[in-house]
């Protein structure tokens, strides 16, 4: 008897991320069927504020600051190496799931992340009640100020510095040829910066091809890169993208 076939089956997906979130996102993706075609459009290097980013540290680990806001796995990874200690009383809010696992796994206790709404205005949006003092948002160096802005709004004092460098990697040529000849079904976008890299490398891209984005806010972004957005996972995770594509092409 033969089985029924897998929502994905047929399919060629971009993978955008390499390392352990790309071999996770593409063990998924062969779950439903699917090839995954990993291919790092981002990395992140050193911030070029080292010493601004010590210093910073330095405060959050002397006790300075009463929260500390994250904003991706990326930083965790930059905390993790400078081995910074944060105390007991500062409390940590993160930006999605992702970043509140990474956080945890690091050994961090995760006190707030927002429920509803997964991104930057979401945190604002929901922000605790009552929630004062000085805050410290570690960010990429290409980061928007929404947070920023938006917790000084609601009166907090914020320092913000830049915790890594977010570059662009180019992809190989046959790469480019397979999004170009359609062999790539569906391509996965997880946020701005990788948007804005598929429009410079990889655009103008097959009509057949599925643009599939991580959130409102990242679909807002590659839209603004000039692609045309397809699927919109509702929460920032990696499992929610997915199953977004898998609704998508069940339809």
């Not at 930083?75 to 970043?99: K, N």
């Not at 699927?231 to 069940?250: F, G, K, P, W």
Request: hydrophobic content about 45%; overall charge negative; charged content about 20%.
């Amino acid at each position: 008897m033969t089985s029924p076939a897998k929502p994905l089956s047929g399919w060629r997906v971009l993978v955008p991320r390499g390392g352990k979130w790309g071999d996770g996102v593409a063990a998924t993706l062969r779950g439903f069927g699917a090839v995954p075609v990993i291919a790092p459009l981002i990395n992140f290097a050193a911030t070029d504020d080292a010493e601004g980013l010590a210093a910073a540290l330095g405060r959050l680990s002397s006790g300075h600051y009463d929260w500390l806001v994250i904003t991706s796995a990326t930083t965790v990874d930059v905390l993790v190496s400078q081995r910074t200690v944060i105390p007991d009383d500062t409390r940590i809010a993160a930006v999605g799931e992702t970043t509140a696992a990474a956080l945890t796994l690091a050994g961090y206790q995760v006190d707030y992340v927002p429920e509803a709404d997964n991104s930057a205005r979401g945190l604002i949006k929901e922000w605790p009640e009552h929630a004062a003092g000085r805050v410290l948002i570690p960010h990429s160096d290409i980061a928007e100020p929404t947070i920023v802005a938006g917790l000084a709004g609601l009166g907090m004092e914020v320092d913000y510095v830049a915790a890594y460098r977010t570059v662009g990697v180019q992809v190989s040529d046959h790469i480019r040829e397979d999004v170009a000849s359609g062999k790539v079904r569906g391509i996965l976008v997880t946020s701005g910066s990788v948007a804005r890299q598929i429009a410079a490398q990889l655009a103008p891209l097959p009509e057949g091809t599925v643009v599939a984005c991580i959130g409102p806010r990242t679909a807002f972004d590659a839209r603004g890169a000039g692609l045309t957005v397809h699927v919109i996972a509702e929460t920032r995770s990696a499992d929610a993208l997915v199953e977004a594509l898998v609704e998508y092409a069940q339809r």
